[in-house]
């Protein structure tokens, strides 16, 4: 035992003296588990090697006779392509009585020279008498009498049938010759041989094949390899069933699949299977591993012994270190858990400290807080430096309490990370006189704002008042001056006692007094909407007798200037439920601006349409001089009124704003667009429930 060692014995706590230390057991339980699962896994392994081997030696085993199977299928698919391009000559030719073609003949053999498994084409006409054929071993034969002729001429297309004769290796592929239309015109026969070795490639597959054979459904061996065994093989094609199959033992594993759409089964037998040693090697290697593990877990149980023991010298020291100092601490894992806490923390609980160790925040305390500390934790972990929190923790009492929270991450000497550590020291009171100063700060500031907002007001409102004044002294001067002007000329008979002059200067007296009367009733009208004064008459009214009214009135004033005013509304508006009084003053207003600002010789148009909402629109367009684009928003806006260089009148400059204020008592809405010296077009928009419904009116 080294100097260390000794002293990390000569603190360990009494009560470990002479008994194993807490959590030992269940390492060695663990441990012994361990050394079983491994034990049983080594096994299983073994286990699955072997039966891994034998199925990997029956998927070869399928997968080679389906390759040979539909090697010999691709075989006799050749030689049937072949019987179907002479099927389609002999059809063409034996229907017109004609000799077979010397081009056809030399074709024919040409491809069957090409085909190591055709030996001859015969053809035959509709009485099965011989009519021409290519290739070895061909015989002049009739045929007429022979069952498998007289299926073609009931209707068989294709057929395949072994060799009658015993050792004779070949298939006999026949097809009908149909005539044009349908008619049995003969039949063609061709002879193959299927060579089954040539058809084995023993680079393919690991396996060692004893036998091969082709048998047709009849039971009849067409060919195989070696020829004896292939005999033997045959007979057992009664006790097989299904498509493709495996059935054997280890000795003789048997393989049989057949071939599409034809009357006949491969079947493969492979050699006995070789002695099964490689899972026996697999087994004693895994035998050594295991006692390499049993005596790598003995060791691991001797140093774990040794390092709890340093563990619990170490946790008492921590523990001395941790109690004394009247704060706060935890230690935590970097997944959160709680490894250990001080008796102050376990105090704050009312919990031991045992009890508080291994457990997460969300066991401890409520969710809402549980999930700060947490979050807290994550922080730490992420940003690798300490961090600091400011955190209200109930008491014994259940008083809330304020902490300055300090977390850090631990790392040992490799930099991983260990655990995290935290240190809170109360600051109740130093947030109290916090809370008081920040108050008092608060109030001083929300004076100083109100102040600013009330000199803001005041200081918008002067400034309203001035421009107000401004503009309605030059509004309300110039009227009354051409009012009092000409009434002291007509008073004092300047002219002379009968002077026709009088008349022009009365009529200018009572113009200058409308105006005047205009501006007014335009200030009042303001006045009482934002006032909420001006209420709202809705009644029945027929859209096309407001706007006749309100054309009406500006109609004088169009033909002095020259200007074409247009009706465009349609017949079929229905009827609306508005105020007729607001409705006309909104068409006076924007029909007197169109009058005012389109030069002699334009138009002024009144459109109307409902709107997709199920609403009512007008639209008020004239071909004037039109508003600068960034004007478009401020035409809004009370008293504001574009510089226009043919205006013939002044106004308040109040008419768009009241029309935008009764519009939007209705619930409506009005828009401007415009280009200059091309026109402006203003449309003003009422809801849906302006208008009545057809049922309604």
Not at 406 to 414: H, L, T
């Amino acid at each position: 035992m080294d100097r260390r060692d000794a002293a990390t014995e000569s603190v360990s706590p009494r009560r470990w003296r002479g008994s194993l230390p807490r959590g030992f057991v269940p390492l060695i339980v663990a441990v012994v588990l361990l050394l079983a699962a491994t034990g049983g896994l080594a096994l299983s392994l073994v286990l699955n090697q072997r039966s891994a081997e034998q199925d990997r030696t029956v998927l070869q085993g399928a997968g080679l006779t389906r390759t040979l199977a539909d090697a010999a299928q691709r075989q006799i698919d050749v030689a049937d392509l072949l019987l179907q391009f002479a099927a389609a000559e002999a059809s063409d030719r034996i229907s017109r009585g004609l000799t077979p073609s010397d081009a056809v003949v030399a074709l024919l053999t040409d491809r069957i020279a090409a085909m190591p498994q055709v030996d001859a084409v015969h053809v035959y006409d509709e009485r099965g008498r011989f009519w021409f054929a290519v290739g070895e071993g061909s015989m002049p034969l009739e045929i007429g009498w022979h069952p498998d002729f007289q299926r073609h001429r009931d209707g068989a297309v294709q057929q395949i049938v072994a060799a009658q004769l015993a050792g004779d290796p070949r298939v006999w592929l026949s097809r009908r010759i149909s005539r044009n239309d349908g008619s049995f015109a003969g039949v063609l026969i061709s002879t193959l041989r299927i060579d089954l070795r040539a058809l084995l490639d023993p680079g393919y597959s690991p396996l060692s094949v004893a036998t091969l054979a082709l048998v047709h459904d009849e039971g009849r061996l067409i060919t195989g390899w070696p020829q004896p065994r292939a005999v033997q093989l045959a007979g057992l094609l009664g006790f097989i069933s299904g498509l493709q199959g495996y059935s054997a033992t280890e000795a003789e594993p048997l393989y049989w699949a057949r071939l599409n759409e034809l009357p006949i089964t491969l079947l493969l037998q492979l050699e006995p299977l070789p002695a099964d040693s490689a899972w026996r090697r697999a087994a004693v290697g895994f035998g050594i591993l295991f006692g390499i593990v049993m005596l790598g877990a003995i060791a691991a149980v001797w140093g774990t012994w040794r390092q709890l023991r340093r563990r619990i010298a170490t946790e008492s020291l921590l523990r001395g270190l941790m109690d004394n100092p009247p704060l706060v601490m935890t230690l935590q894992d970097p997944q959160g858990r709680y490894l250990m806490v001080n008796r102050h923390f376990a105090q704050q609980f009312r919990r031991t400290e045992e009890d508080l160790a291994g457990r997460f925040a969300n066991e401890i305390f409520p969710p809402e807080l549980a999930a700060r500390l947490t979050q807290q934790v994550e922080e730490t972990v992420r940003a690798g430096s300490p961090q600091t929190y400011d955190m209200r923790i109930p008491d014994i009492k259940g008083e809330l309490r304020d902490y300055m929270l300090v977390r850090f991450p631990i790392y040992d000497q490799d930099g991983t990370l260990l655990a995290v550590g935290s240190i809170a020291t109360e600051i109740t009171e130093r947030k109290r006189l916090e809370a008081a100063l920040r108050e008092q700060a608060e109030v001083r500031e929300r004076l100083a704002e109100n102040y600013a907002r009330q000199r803001e007001v005041a200081e918008t409102a002067n400034r309203a008042k001035s421009e107000f004044l401004a503009h309605m002294s030059h509004e309300l001067r110039t009227p009354l001056n051409a009012i009092i002007g000409f009434a002291d000329m007509i008073a004092g008979r300047m002219l002379g006692p009968q002077s026709a002059k009088y008349f022009e200067y009365a009529e200018d007296i009572s113009g200058s007094a409308h105006h005047l009367l205009g501006v007014i009733n335009d200030i009042l009208d303001v006045s009482k909407i934002e006032s909420g004064r001006f209420e709202l008459e809705l009644r029945e009214h027929d859209p096309h007798d407001l706007v006749d009214d309100s054309l009406r009135l500006v109609r004088g004033r169009a033909r002095e200037a020259k200007l074409q005013v247009v009706n465009a509304l349609p017949e079929d508006l229905p009827p609306m439920l508005v105020d007729a009084r607001a409705v006309k003053q909104i068409l006076i207003n924007l029909l007197g601006n169109a009058v005012k600002f389109t030069p002699g010789g334009g138009s002024v148009t009144v459109e109307g349409r409902l709107t997709d909402d199920g609403g009512l629109a007008f639209t008020v367009a004239d071909t004037g001089i039109g508003i600068a684009e960034e004007n478009l928003e401020r035409v809004f806006e009370p008293f504001w009124q574009a510089d226009a260089g043919i205006r013939r009148s002044e106004g308040s400059g109040l008419g768009l704003n009241i029309c935008r204020k009764l519009i939007d008592l209705h619930g409506g809405s009005i828009s401007v667009a415009s280009t200059l010296q091309q026109g402006t077009r203003v449309t003003v928009s009422f809801p849906p429930n302006c208008l009545l419904k057809p049922a309604q009116a």
